[in-house]
């Protein structure tokens, strides 16, 4: 179990919205898209209607966005 480091997941949030946007179109697509920290592949998860959530198996990278895809 990695200790999670909170500052960077501060860190990522705060990466600009366009960024996640993408990130999550292109895991929408169906693209294999990986995490910056682990290099594990992130995972696209509707959470409710309009609102999706992206995150590695580890947890460093963690986005949740009210978006329509
Ligand atoms: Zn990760």
Redesign the pocket.
């Not at 995490?35 to 594990?40: A, R």
């Not at 995150?55 to 990278?61: D, L």
């Given at each position: 179990m990695t200790k999670i480091d909170f500052s960077q997941i501060n860190k990522i949030a705060a990466k600009s919205f366009n960024q996640q946007r993408n990130v999550i179109k292109r895991l929408a697509k169906g693209q294999t898209v990986l995490?910056?920290?682990?290099?594990?592949p992130?995972t696209l998860t509707v959470l409710s209607e309009g609102e999706s959530g992206v995150?590695?198996?580890?947890?460093?990278?963690q986005i949740n966005l009210e978006l329509d895809i």
């Open positions: 995490c910056e920290q682990c290099q594990q992130l995150q590695c198996n580890k947890g460093c990278t």
